[in-house]
């Protein structure tokens, strides 16, 4: 792992007479009558992108810096961390800070996005802290390379690769890299030849990445003949931590089941995150999907109905068989979300019932729902892998607290297999 680390002291005057945001207790005199000190360190991580990467520390220096109250109020921005003073005064209180780069692009030649929170930290009189803030790449990386067939078969070819917002074209010699915010991906190979008579004709191969991620790089393998032969689009995922290859095959016959083929128990609630910690819950809550079926789902048409709101999914999201995907309310409660629905639905922290129709019709069947009591503070309600079937996902019992440590910090297993319940 290659990191670039600078730290910034920052001054903390604290303030007399003045309350900790978190719990509301009176601060004592004596802990409001001093200053405290904390330095900020800012990271690069580049090790799940590439091994070989390198960040270069005028990348830094442009980065964004804010610091926020632990309710989320902003205190101060800094447009580039490289123009933040060495001294600034704050109250006393909690805080966290975010540190991004300014470059926020649905998609991007040869620009990743970074982006990284600090833990909250709390300011008392003579302290002496040191607030470490590393940022990620939140961007999903995509090349494109071309088979020997490709290259000698045809006479040009392009790769068109597109998001909900924009898209991408890898030209014919194009060796650059394309970053896009995490989400599904539609992939579609132009590849022109000359036939016997001298006319040109152009095949044509198009796929899908259901869900491309954030920190992993998504090569796509071009391998095509200008007959009738078989032609294919090899994506493959690569990063530090795993490795697996598909194919996206021209004239995939493959079955697709739509929303309204589906049936009770064919796509399961498996996790819920109503009560995050690490990130606020306007941007942190989520909740997670399974495919319980042996046929790939298309999820387009999907309800998802929270107390007296709903949402429909407008647009196609495959989900393969016996996989997850999850829905977030913002990229910095999930950079793997294959959807990002904002305001449109909250959980609640205490009783609350999700569920997931097959339609927005008098006949919608109603495919999974989960009712909790309570919700925990930093980690998701998970089912029990045992207990994936319609009636055992509605008993509470099925459920439990989530252990395991996912990208913000909370706890849970978002888009992955659930941890087994004791």
Partial sequence: MKKQTIFFPILISLLLLVFYSCNKEQVTKNEMSGKGHVSLSIEGNNTLIESSSSFKSDEINNFVVEIYKENNDLIIRYEKLVDMPS???????????????????????????????????????????????????????????????????????????????????FLKDDTRAGFFLPGKLEVTAYLKYTTLDGSSKTKIITGTIASASARKHH????????????????????????????????????????????SQGDILLTEVMPNPDKVSDDLGEWFEVYNNTSTTIDLNGMIVKIGTKSMKISQSILIASNQYVFFCKDIQGGSEAVQYYGAALSLTNTTGTIQILNSDTENAVVLSEFTYSSAPTGASLSLDPSSYNYALALNQASWCTATEIYSTGDKGTPGKANTPCN
Avoid at 249 to 256: Q, V
């Fill in 87 to 169: 001294s600034i005064e704050l109250e006393a209180g909690t805080y966290y800070a975010l540190v991004f780069s300014p470059n926020k692009k649905p998609v991007a030649f040869d620009e990743p996005y970074y982006h990284g929170q600090s833990e909250v930290f709390t300011i008392k009189s003579g302290d002496n802290k040191s607030i470490s803030v590393e940022c990620f790449i939140a961007t999903a990386k995509v090349t494109v390379t071309y088979s020997e067939n490709v290259k000698k078969s045809f006479t040009d070819y392009k790769v068109v690769v597109k998001n909900q917002v924009d898209s991408l074209i």
């Fill in 219 to 262: 090569e796509l393998y071009v391998d095509a003949t200008t007959g009738n032969g078989s032609s294919a689009l090899n994506v493959t995922i690569n990063d530090s931590l795993t490795s697996e290859v598909y194919s996206i095959k021209e004239n995939n016959t493959g079955s697709i089941a739509t929303m309204n083929m589906l």
